[in-house]
């Protein structure tokens, strides 16, 4: 069975251009999550989706961010305009329904972004 | 606010040797603390789960404790092999059901 697949795997763009990522959760988890690590900090929550229905979206940084997963299944994060401070690894983790409470979260290899 | 540390931030051993690494957190309040390992342009992979209610588990050579209330974890690695050579992330589930990481700790282990 494939796990959580993000894509693509690296991103080059110019500041003010936009960039949009991919993640495909495992078959059947309801709950998908992005996370982000920028240079030097850690890894930190954006928002999480419960099907197709935002959660919660308290760690998306600005409104340059934009996160949706039409139909429950795979979801996207679009940054627009991207900025440099937007540079980092985003990370994609799904889970079933409490599986964050019992460790089964699964995540994908991450998508950099490098924003010049 | 939860906030999560890891020292040290790097560590270097030669092969077969024991170490531990450390984690620490501000707030007790924790559904459960993980232990991650991320190898280079990789995802995370869960090594090690302690619920709040639990004091350690185990996994192999490794071992994990949870001090809830002193707000502190280890992750004991015993016969250290290059093959454990990875980034070591530890992360508290706190009542919001986030995962909040602490900044790693960056193992290599020489032959």
């Known amino acids: 069975e494939a796990g959580v697949t993000q894509f693509p795997s690296h991103s080059v763009i110019e500041k003010g251009q936009t960039v949009t990522l991919r993640c495909d959760p495992i078959s059947g988890h309801d709950n998908l999550y992005w996370y982000r690590r920028v240079m030097g900090k850690e890894i930190k929550f954006l928002l999480h989706?419960?099907?197709?229905?935002?959660?919660?979206e308290s760690g998306m940084p600005n409104n340059r961010f934009l996160a949706e997963r039409t139909g429950g299944t795979y979801s996207t994060l679009k940054v627009q305009p991207a900025e440099l401070e937007d540079s980092g690894v985003y990370f994609c983790?799904?889970?079933?329904?409490?599986?964050?409470?019992?460790?089964?979260?699964?995540f994908g290899e991450g998508s950099r972004l490098t924003v010049l | 606010k939860q906030e999560v540390t890891q020292i040290p931030a790097a560590l270097s051993v030669p092969e077969g040797e024991n170490l531990v690494l450390n984690c620490s957190f501000t707030d007790s309040a924790i559904y459960n603390l993980q232990w991650f390992r991320q190898d280079p342009g990789k995802g995370l992979t869960s090594l090690l789960l302690?619920?709040?209610?639990?004091r350690e588990q185990t996994s192999g050579r490794l071992n994990a404790s949870l001090d809830k209330s002193s707000g502190r974890s280890t992750l004991y690695i015993a016969a250290s092999q290059p093959g454990d050579s990875a980034t070591y992330l530890c992360a508290v589930t706190g009542n919001t059901g986030k995962l909040i990481f602490g900044q790693g700790t960056t193992l290599q282990v020489k032959p």
């Open positions: 302690i619920q709040s209610s639990q």
């Open positions: 983790a799904s889970s079933v329904s409490g599986g964050i409470l019992t460790g089964e979260l699964f």
């Open positions: 989706f419960v099907k197709e229905s935002k959660q919660d």
